[in-house]
């Protein structure tokens, strides 16, 4: 061990046992000699380290990039983005457009079957002949022998959508309603 280390050891070790026993603490007078020795060694030691400190380099840390979050995926995006591409005039809308209404009308089907408690049959039966709502433009979205309401019609001529559009929203609208509100 370094001699400064000992000294201080041996100095904390001797003040605990004049703490203990009274008769060390007596025996031991401070004059002041001894107290201005011991100033002079706590001023030296301050110097020293003020000037261990001074010749150190200060290094500032680089906090770096923060954290960038992955983007998540949206429930029903992917939905969202199918519409998109079915109400716009782009070519192969027919597949696409079909597909989407079989998927709506599966869930419609589902959500007719357990609001009714009945049958997947006759709720299949009650959407394809549009009976399952009491909106026109949802109902005509699945039964092909009901055309859309002239307002319907009118609406999606002035806005520029199509009749599509329009009885999509409906439908899904509808199927939120007989769902409580779940999209």
Do not use: H, K
Request: glycine share 10%; aromatic share 6%.
């Amino acid at each position: 061990m370094r001699p400064l280390t000992v000294a201080g050891v041996a100095a904390v070790a001797a003040g605990l046992f004049a703490a203990l026993d009274r008769g060390i603490a007596a025996a031991v007078s401070p004059t002041s000699a001894v107290v201005t020795l011991l100033g002079v060694l706590g001023l030296a030691q301050g110097v020293r380290y003020v000037n261990a400190r001074r010749d150190r380099r200060q290094l500032l840390t680089d906090p770096g990039e923060p954290e960038r979050r992955a983007p998540a995926t949206v429930p029903g995006s992917a939905l969202d983005e199918r519409i998109a591409q079915v109400a716009s005039p782009a070519p192969g809308g027919y597949q696409s457009r079909r597909d989407l209404r079989g998927r709506v009308r599966e869930a419609a089907v589902v959500a007719v079957a357990r609001d009714r408690n009945c049958a997947r049959e006759a709720a299949a039966e009650a959407v394809d002949d549009g009976t399952w709502t009491d909106d026109p433009a949802a109902a005509a979205f699945f039964d092909t022998r009901t055309g859309y309401p002239v307002r319907v019609r009118l609406v999606a001529g002035v806005r520029g959508r199509s009749n599509y559009w329009y009885g999509l929203r409906a439908a899904i609208d509808e199927l939120e309603r007989i769902d409580g509100g779940e999209p």
